[in-house]
């Protein structure tokens, strides 16, 4: 059973930082894990993903700023942000093998292979 837990989300000046985790447990490395926001009246968004050989790609709202890693020893995606923005502001959900392509950053995954969600960590930034 793929498990996928989400941590560091908390509450931030503008110009500040965080640190989300995500540990997966259970989670055949297949084709993708990456990050998706989701802010009140808008829709899920994957803002950042790593692929199996280590590259990543970044939406254009985060690049530059956020920066996604993978710690295989450990089985755990790390997204640091800095920078952040009020418009930053959302829920961030952890994702392996979903299907997306939003403002550069994607994943593609066949037909009938399952994705997996974490419950997801706010991150609220103020100005």
């Known amino acids: 059973q793929v498990q996928l837990v989400e941590s560091g989300g908390g509450s931030v000046q503008a110009g500040g930082s965080l640190t989300l985790s995500c540990e997966a447990s259970?989670?055949?490395?297949?084709?993708?894990m990456g990050w998706f926001t989701e802010a009140p009246g808008k829709e899920r968004e994957g803002i950042a993903h790593?692929?199996?050989?280590?590259?990543?790609s970044y939406a254009e709202s985060v690049k530059g700023r956020f920066t996604l890693s993978k710690d295989n020893a450990k089985s755990t995606l790390l997204l640091q942000m800095n920078n952040l923005k009020p418009e930053d502001t959302a829920m961030y959900y952890c994702?392996?093998?979903?299907?997306?392509?939003?403002?550069?950053?994607?994943?593609?995954?066949?037909?009938?292979?399952?994705?997996?969600w974490g419950d997801g960590t706010q991150v609220t930034v103020s100005s």
């Open positions: 994702a392996a093998d979903i299907e997306s392509d939003y403002s550069g950053s994607w994943c593609r995954v066949p037909p009938g292979v399952s994705g997996y």
């Open positions: 259970g989670y055949q490395y297949n084709y993708c």
């Open positions: 790593i692929y199996p050989d280590g590259s990543t």
